[in-house]
Every structure is written in structure tokens, then in C-alpha cells.
């Protein structure tokens, strides 16, 4: 277990170095497909690198010495060697981290799955099927080929929502977020993965308010616009950033 625990404090300094260069040189960047795939790239790659071990072999030809070994009464002492605290607590410590996170990860899901199964469906002609739920506070989301909302903006027929969802549900970002919630919770101790997957869950957004600006729509109906700082319109162009 120590062997593991000292492989996952590499990967958490590989991903604190390469989020911090993600920082300085991408994070301000308008092109939110290369920073969705630079941040997953770091996550993967950050546990992968560790294992990649460059050995370089040098043939070495030494002369054996003679040696005279004279055999004489031996009494073996075996001693057992004490294990220091630390190497007990630490493991239970990361191992608690870990199934919490993992816990309250696979929670959510159950749950979502859940509202999804309990809630009113309206299968769409491309694959899509919209959940309509009574929840009058629920807002809208999306998950896998779902898209769950209240009755009050099922009935509107909010192009904007809609589209925003499709927007996620055609990236795929619902499996983004298993991959990096998965990683998470092997590196729930770095505040570096916690920052990285808070800004993928942002380009997410930002690419779903592209589809939907893509389409035409005015920005002030985005669904996520709250959440987005304001930029000057572009002519012929604009990136939600």
C-alpha cells in the first residue's frame, strides 16, 4: 500500500505542475475544445507518466575473487522489524478520502438515475429524450442521452435550454465527468485535481452556450449566461468564453 500511495503523490505533482503551466499559458484562451482536451490529457497522462521508466544498461565485466568459506555452527536470530505509525494511518487516511469521494460520486449518479427512471419521457426523433419531472425547482441538465427538466420550462419549449443540453449531450461531457470524478477520487487530497475539474465543468458550459449561439439564439437567453463574463459582440464570430 505504500508503494501505491507513494506512486499517487507523483501523479499529484505531476498534475499540480501541468495545471499550473494550463494556468499561465491556456486557462484565458477562447478555444474551449483545445483547453477541454489539454485538461483531460493532464488528468490521463498525470497517472500514466509514473509508470514510464527510462533504465539504461551498461555492460560491466568485473573479476571474481576467490573466496574460502569455512562452515561453522550458525544460530540464526530472527527479528521482527516494527511498522512506523505513519505507515499504518496514512493508508487508512487515503483509503476513507477515497470511498467518500467515490461514495458520494456514484450517490449522485444512483440519484440521477432515479429522477430519470421516476420522471414523465418524451422520446425525440434525434435520440434525445426529454424527462419532465414535477420539481418545480429542479433546473435543467443533462446526462447521457437525457435531458431533465420541470414541467414549466417543458411546456415553454425554451429552444435556448434545449439546445444547451443537446449541446452537452453531442460533446459527450457526461463522460468527461465520470473519467475526472473517477481520477478525483484517487486524488481527492489535491486541491490541483479539484481546480481542474471545476474548470472542466466551466469549458463545458462554454461549449454547450457555443452550440446554442451557433444556432443563431441571442446570448441573453443562454441558460448558463449568469454564470459568464461579458465580452463585446464579434462581427460574423463570437466565442463564449
Known amino acids: 500500500m505504500i508503494d501505491f500511495l507513494i506512486y499517487d503523490a507523483k501523479v499529484a505533482v505531476l498534475i499540480a505542475v501541468f495545471y499550473m503551466f494550463y494556468r499561465l499559458l491556456l486557462s484565458r484562451e477562447t478555444f474551449h475544445r483545445v483547453n477541454r482536451i489539454v485538461l483531460l490529457l493532464t488528468a490521463v497522462a498525470s497517472f500514466i507518466l509514473p509508470f514510464c521508466v527510462i533504465t539504461m544498461h551498461e555492460t560491466v565485466t568485473m573479476p571474481m575473487p576467490e573466496m574460502h568459506v569455512e562452515m561453522g555452527p550458525l544460530m540464526a536470530e530472527v527479528e521482527t522489524p516494527s511498522v512506523p505509525l505513519w505507515q499504518t494511518l496514512l493508508p487508512i487516511l487515503f483509503i476513507i478520502g477515497m470511498c467518500a469521494t467515490l461514495g458520494h460520486t ?15 419521457q418524451h422520446p425525440q426523433p434525434d435520440g434525445v429524450t426529454v424527462c419532465v419531472t414535477g420539481n418545480a ?14 414541467r414549466e420550462d417543458y411546456e415553454t419549449h425554451d429552444s ?10 453531442r460533446l459527450h461531457h ?4 465520470i473519467l475526472v470524478d473517477t481520477l478525483t477520487a484517487l486524488q481527492w487530497f489535491n486541491p490541483a485535481m479539484w481546480m481542474l475539474r471545476a474548470d472542466l465543468r466551466a469549458i463545458h ?9 451557433s444556432q443563431g439564439i441571442n446570448r441573453r437567453v443562454l441558460p448558463c449566461q449568469r454564470y459568464l463574463p461579458q465580452y463585446p459582440q464579434k462581427p460574423n464570430q463570437y466565442d463564449v468564453t
Open 160 to 169: 435556448a435550454i434545449l439546445a444547451h443540453e443537446r449541446g452537452h449531450i
Open 174 to 177: 457526461s463522460w468527461d465527468l
Open 205 to 213: 458550459e462554454y461549449e454547450a452556450d457555443a452550440a446554442v449561439l
Open 106 to 120: 456514484l450517490l449522485s449518479m444512483i440519484r440521477i438515475i432515479l429522477l430519470i427512471r421516476k420522471s414523465e
Open 137 to 150: 425547482a429542479l433546473s435543467p441538465f443533462s446526462w447521457m442521452h437525457y435531458i431533465v427538466m420541470n
